[in-house]
């Protein structure tokens, strides 16, 4: 598993106790995560749990409004707090992200040829005859059409799912280490998701770009990724290698998201829902955050934030009622008559 | 109760006029184009397709929101009266829509009580001095706290909102109810509250549901029947099961493998190329062709009919109706 090896060697991003608050309410509280070279990460989790906010604050993206603390490490140099001029050069060219809806990312009045041309004379520090050589040559790595011709269309001209590529282009105009797509194909219909999510899988192995994938949807994340962090009202509750995750989830709230998505497969079964509703942020509940819906609840929930301790050798979970895995355990089963 | 079914939509087609650039020549543009279905009493016929596909305006045909240029839609074996006459409007108390956004479904001004209250108002049910209690009963009937009616459609979260609006909806005891992606602006836990009940009232209330979605995973959690519409046109058609488990139709069979699910995935995913095609330069032929891995030089110029396949189901494919024939001819 390419996930543990590279674990040795020193992450590309580090994000260490990152916490966000908007007007004195905590939204973020408190996230450690490690991205390193060439892997892919998921971010899951319902709207307002923070997955976004999470590379927003790392990138300086957050409205002014917001008070951040704790530490974005690139490559030993520190993100949070750094001077205008620092972050420019990170944001598309170590870092780069995309959004959901790429038709409003996108220019409407500009051609889509000079809108690529522009990052890549910013991060790519290319100019004239070569950019727009380099600008068809991505457009032919993202699986655009006729690429030469769309240099000059504009975005209203092209589909949505094409809209995305373009986006993708433009994103890998910097040769970023980084792409982080929020959300890259909530808008798109399922057949073009499909497209777009095996192009950023592509892209990723034959550049060895890390890819950070945030999505509210577990499928595409299994899909897509290596490693997930399961995300609640502003805290990782899970992470795990994707495979171990979806085939046996730890904490409650994973387990209750798997269970409220109806399976395509098998036999019919009424759905699980989570019961309850996700706590507003300036009205978290004592403790576990997820404890006023759990069914595994006690009292001691209640008492503190439980910590995401590692459960077993490379899976940690932020539950006290789920067992400590670490240590295998050789007391065989008891038997009930 | 009538032996007719519940809705029967016949060979209903909608075209758009659509002009290309300022001084372009306008162009038909076929939004549905000959779709039939049936939606029994008490049973859940899910309507699945891309954006573009046409179920939203096939919904919209469905409930006489807009007439249909071809065909016609039956109520309970009756045409359904043009809409905005009195009869339409008398008998739209009989069949209700549930929208995807609630917040854009229910008034900001209104109290969530006063918005499932004017429902009994409109058509006159009950006394006057009855109808808060009768809304009352309503909301708790889909999970709402009387409490809960006070407050206003900011106050609520997603998953409230739309268990208000399917308490509005139900208010008039409606035999149909459309329901166009009522599930997909909600997060996944919230989602299946709101399939769980609206499972739960069309046991309780034998209810025939039109169930349009994108998504195939709620689809077939509800639906007993299922239709894949593709540029306007029921491509396939079937019981659930077997349609979501055994696709017949290369279009069905791409979009099970796109769904995304996790955990291992049982087969492997089919990527289409090329997108869905513009309604308004629709391909020759089986309007699927440039994206079908099975296209042959009859689907370019032959458009396929939708028949039954000897297990039931309709599809219209010319290569899954010749492998059937092969093997019966074999057998």
Same mark, same amino acid.
């Given at each position: ?28 509280h ?22 976004s ?11 002014k ?20 001029? $620092? ?7 170590r870092?780069?992200?995309i ?56 975005p ?8 995305q590529?373009v ?23 399922? $057949? ?30 299994s ?10 009202a ?31 497969e098998?036999?019919?079964r ?7 509703? !996700? ?7 004592p403790?576990c955050?997820?404890?006023? %819906? ?11 934030v ?32 | 109760?009538?032996?007719a ?15 290309r650039?300022?001084?372009?020549r ?14 029994e ?5 899910g309507l ?9 305006? $096939? ?25 905005g ?11 209700q829509m ?9 008034d ?8 499932v ?23 708790q ?23 208000a ?5 139900l208010?008039?005891?409606?035999d ?11 997060? !996944?836990?919230i989602?299946?509250? !709101? ?7 069309q ?7 039109l ?55 049982? %087969? ?6 090329g ?19 099975a296209a ?10 939708l ?5 039931g ?5 010319h290569v899954?109706h ?8 074999a057998?």
């Open positions: 598993m390419t996930g543990l090896t590279s674990r040795e060697t020193s992450p590309l991003v580090a994000i260490r106790d990152l916490a966000v608050s908007f007007d004195g309410v905590k939204v973020l408190g996230i450690d995560l490690a991205i390193h070279r060439g892997e892919a990460v998921g971010l899951v989790g319902e709207s307002g749990c923070g997955k906010v999470t590379w927003l604050a790392a990138l300086g993206l957050l409205p409004k917001a008070t951040i603390s704790g530490s974005v490490m690139l490559d030993g140099g520190e993100l949070i707090g750094a001077a205008p001029a $620092t972050l420019d050069s990170v944001r598309g060219g870092i780069a992200m959004f959901q809806d790429p038709a409003s990312a996108l220019n409407p009045v500009i051609k889509l040829g000079r809108q690529v041309g522009e990052a890549l004379a910013l991060h790519g520090g290319l100019s004239g005859k070569a950019i727009r050589a380099e600008a068809k040559r991505l457009f032919d790595l993202v699986g655009i059409p006729d690429a030469a011709r769309r240099l000059d269309a504009f209203h001209e092209l589909s949505g799912g094409q809209n590529r986006m993708i282009a433009m994103a890998l105009a910097g040769k970023p280490d980084i792409l982080v797509a929020d959300e890259p194909t909530t808008a798109l219909d399922a $057949t073009i998701q499909a497209q777009i999510l095996e192009l950023l899988t592509r892209i990723r192995r034959e550049t060895n770009m890390a890819l950070v994938l945030i999505s509210h949807d577990l499928g595409v994340i899909e897509t990724c290596d490693r997930v962090c399961v995300m609640y502003g805290r990782i509750i899970e992470t795990a290698a994707s495979e171990a995750l979806f085939a046996q989830p730890l904490h409650p709230y994973t387990q209750g998201l798997l269970a409220a998505l109806p399976p395509l098998g036999v019919r009424r759905l699980v829902p989570v019961e309850g509703n !996700v706590p507003e942020p300036w009205n978290l509940p403790g955050s997820f404890a006023p %819906r759990c069914p595994r609840r006690v009292e001691a929930c209640a008492m503190r439980p910590l995401l301790a590692p459960k077993t050798a490379d899976r940690r979970a932020a539950c006290i009622m789920t067992p400590s895995l670490a240590q295998p355990q050789h007391r065989p089963e008891p038997v009930y008559a | 109760m009538s032996s079914p519940l809705l029967q939509v016949r060979g209903v087609a909608r075209r758009y006029a659509m002009r650039g300022l001084l372009g306008s162009i038909d543009v076929r939004a549905v184009d000959g779709v039939s279905l049936t939606v009493h008490g049973r859940t016929l699945v397709g891309e954006s573009g596909s046409g179920k939203s305006t $096939t919904g919209r045909l469905a409930l006489g929101l807009e007439p249909p240029d071809d065909g016609d839609v039956m109520f309970k074996g009756a045409p359904i009266p043009p809409a006459t009195l009869a339409w409007r008398q008998l739209r108390a009989r069949m549930i929208y995807q956004d609630p917040l854009g479904a229910l900001r001004r209104l109290s969530i009580l006063e918005q209250r004017e429902p009994y108002d409109v058509h006159g049910l009950g006394e006057a001095g009855e109808r808060d209690a009768m809304a009352t009963a309503l909301l009937a889909v999970g709402l706290r009387a409490d809960q009616g006070s407050r206003y459609p900011h106050e609520l979260s997603g998953g409230q909102r739309q268990r609006v399917i308490a509005r909806a208010a008039t005891k409606p149909l109810l459309v329901c166009d992606e009522p599930v997909s602006a909600l997060d !996944v836990s989602q299946a509250q !709101v399939v769980n009940l609206l499972v739960d009232l046991q309780e209330l034998g209810l025939g549901l169930f349009i979605s994108h998504d195939l995973k709620v689809i077939r959690q509800v639906s007993h029947r299922v239709a894949v519409m593709y540029l306007g046109r029921i491509v396939e058609e079937g019981d659930a099961d077997l349609l979501l488990a055994s696709p017949a139709h290369p279009y069905t069979e791409a979009l099970v493998s796109a769904s995304p699910v996790p955990g291992r995935r049982a %087969r492997p995913r089919i990527v289409l190329q997108d869905p095609p513009n309604p308004a330069a629709r391909p020759s032929g089986c309007a699927f062709h440039p994206r079908c891995h042959r030089e009859r689907c370019k110029v032959e458009s396929p009919r028949l039954p396949l000897p297990d189901r309709l599809t219209a494919c899954a010749d492998q059937a024939n092969f093997l019966k001819a057998s």
